[in-house]
Structures are given as C-alpha cells and as structure tokens.
C-alpha cells in the first residue's frame, strides 16, 4: 500500500495559553520525512478527552505551549519510520502514550512491568508532545497497540488511557476469581470500564461512588454491590463488609481524587489487603493505622504496558466490553465537550468524532 499524498495543514486544538480554553486552528500537518525511526503518523478517527487533559490546560505538566491536547486517539496509520516492523499501512491503531524511551536504562531493560516509567523518553502524547485533538498525530510504534476486529475506534480511543490505566489497576490486584475488588469512583470513565473488567476476570465488584449519575453507570455495568459514599465513611465501610461476607474488599482500587478517597479505600479493604492508588491528586493521605494496625499494602499504578494492552483489547473484544461514550462531532465541538465533563454530569467518556466518515466506515463492514 502506498503512503497517501497529505494536506499540508491540518485543524488541531491546542493549548496557546494555561487556564484558556483550546484554540482550534491550522496548524502544519506532521511530516511523513520528519518521522522518527519508530514512529507512526496517523489519521485521527476519533479522540477521547481525559482528566489529565485539564490538567494540561492548567500546567500541571508544565508543558511546553503550543500543545496539542489529547493523549487518547485512535486512527488509521497513513506513514510509519525507517525502523517499523509492526505495523503496515492502512492498520487501525490505539495510539501509545510513551514516545522514544531509551531502552538502555536499567527501567527500560527490567521486567515488563517497569517499561512505562523510564526517565528517558521524549514525552507523552498530549502532555509533552503534540497529542490526538488533531486530523493527523504522530505516535511511536513500540507503545501502540493493533486493533482486533470487534473494536473500533469509538471503543478503542477512551480505552487509549482509560482503559490501559484501568486494566493494568485491576490486573494490579492480583486477585483470582471470585474475590471481592473494590472500586472508589466506579462510576466514572476508568471506572465502568474496571467494572467490566474485573467481570471478565471473574471477580465480584463493590462499585462506591459519590453522584446519582455514578451509581447508576455502576449498576449499569454490573457492579454486584452499590455504595453511596455520600452515607459517611462508617456507613459505607459497613455496608461492604456486610456485602462481602465480614471480610471486607480483598483489594480495591482507587479512581478518586477526592481528598480522602485513598483512605476510603483503604477501609473498605480488608486486613493485609492491597489498595491500588490510580488517581492523582496532589497529595495522597491515609491514616497510620490502616498501615500500622491493619496491614494495608498500598501501590501506584500507571499504565499498562504495550503487551498488557494488547492482553486488553483482546479481553475487550472477547467479552463484548463497552464504553459508555459522549460523542461530539469535529474538533470545533471541543468546547462543548469540555463544558459537558466539567459539569459533573457527564457518564462515561466524552469523545471528538474527528473523521466521521473513517467511524461510518467502520459500522458499514462491520
């Protein structure tokens, strides 16, 4: 196949200015000469927005401006570098996170596992380098994942970050079939998406979530118990353990930022339990005794790894795993969206149908 002939620019929404909204404009159209050795230019179909996005827009990263938003993307590679053996053109692909690690360092040459922290690498995509709230985005081959037939770009874009932060949560766990997970924040985007997976994985779920719109997405994707955390913790630490037999979670993984949904989490676990910390506010704070006294084993988690996300498209695809998404249509449609996620009432992902004919393309031989 041949590489396709590009526009010489292309509509992106970038962030100019912290603490201003996107500006939507003409930007130059990524190089297919200028690609680094690993990397992929792809066609955007569809990209999700994600809470790390505001913190972006905020400076949290300390990104350097312009910026092109949007870490979750997925499309059809259009151009690849010299050193691509993985991909071939015209594959539909869910575009890694990680660009250009090392591969020397002592992270990069341990278990599978540590790959994703090397200090090395030249940025994620929408943090440090141009991410998918544009026509076309440049990702690195190594970090990106193949899609299976059975997932298609308005699954696979939220799945880009939520779902490859979720998955590798609740792999996390370490739990066999059957055990009891817990999920504070299961009503959000990463955490319909754990509900299902854990599902999958044969586990029972505790969904604990804070909205009326939150419990009602974990009930609708099968939380076996329901939680209202706004009952006050004792309540709520009272109902899981009456939920799960006197025992309590035997892991649970934090998706709340929420200042004190790391120590919620940890209660509702049981003695010795794992609480896997997924969100990230700026502090992290859990009382002695659940350390101390109670034994609780807490542990970031970050991404899964490009192996661990194939594993996961595959679990997606196989046990018919949806996400629950927002579609707004063109990138001028940003705003909207934003507005949507920041008033509290938004279910599941919200996400920009950037090539509505690439979707439609995709129902039809579907």
């Not at 053996?85 to 869910?94: E, K, P, Q």
């Not at 997932?151 to 066999?176: D, H, M, N, S």
Request: charged share 20%; glycine share 10%; aromatic share 6%.
């Amino acid at each position: 196949m041949a590489t396709p002939s590009l526009p010489s620019t292309m509509v992106a929404a970038q962030v100019i200015e912290f603490n201003k909204p996107y500006r939507i404009h003409s930007i130059p159209t990524p190089s297919s000469s200028s690609l680094h050795p690993s990397d992929l230019l792809v066609k955007i179909a569809v990209a999700s927005l994600c809470h790390t996005d505001s913190m972006v827009t905020r400076g949290s990263f300390h990104s350097h401006l312009p910026i092109t938003g949007s870490h979750e993307g997925a499309g059809t590679v259009v151009a690849m570098g010299s050193a691509v053996t993985n991909f071939s053109l015209g594959d539909r692909v869910m575009c890694g996170l990680k660009t250009h690690r090392c591969m020397k360092c002592r992270t990069c040459r341990g278990p599978e596992d540590y790959r994703n922290y090397c200090p090395n690498n030249d940025g994620d995509l929408g943090i440090r380098r141009d991410g998918a709230f544009a026509e076309y985005a440049v990702c690195d081959a190594r970090e990106s994942n193949r899609l299976p037939d059975g997932v298609g770009f308005e699954l696979a874009a939220p799945l880009a970050c939520a779902g490859r932060t979720i998955f590798r949560g609740v792999k996390q766990a370490r739990l066999e079939k059957g055990q009891w997970l817990g999920l504070v924040g299961s009503g959000g985007g990463l955490g319909h998406l754990g509900i299902q997976f854990a599902k999958a994985l044969g586990l029972k779920v505790v969904g604990i979530d804070a909205r009326d719109e939150g419990l009602a997405l974990s009930y609708e994707y099968g939380a076996d118990v329901v939680v209202d955390v706004r009952k006050g913790k004792e309540e709520v630490v009272q109902e899981v353990v009456r939920a799960t037999e006197g025992l309590g979670c035997h892991a649970t993984v934090n998706i709340s930022d929420a200042a004190s949904a790391a120590e919620l989490a940890c209660a509702v676990t049981m003695m010795h339990g794992r609480m896997i910390q997924i969100a990230q506010p700026d502090q992290v704070s859990v009382p002695m005794q659940e350390l101390i006294f109670r034994d609780i084993h807490i542990e970031g988690s970050l991404l899964c790894t490009v192996q661990q996300g194939q594993e996961m498209l595959e679990v997606v695809a196989k046990n018919g795993i949806t996400v629950k998404t927002n579609p707004f249509y063109g990138l001028e449609q940003l705003p909207a969206l934003v507005k949507f996620a920041h008033s509290g009432r938004i279910q599941g992902k919200g996400i920009i149908i950037v090539d509505e004919e690439a979707v439609k393309k995709e129902y039809e031989t579907s």
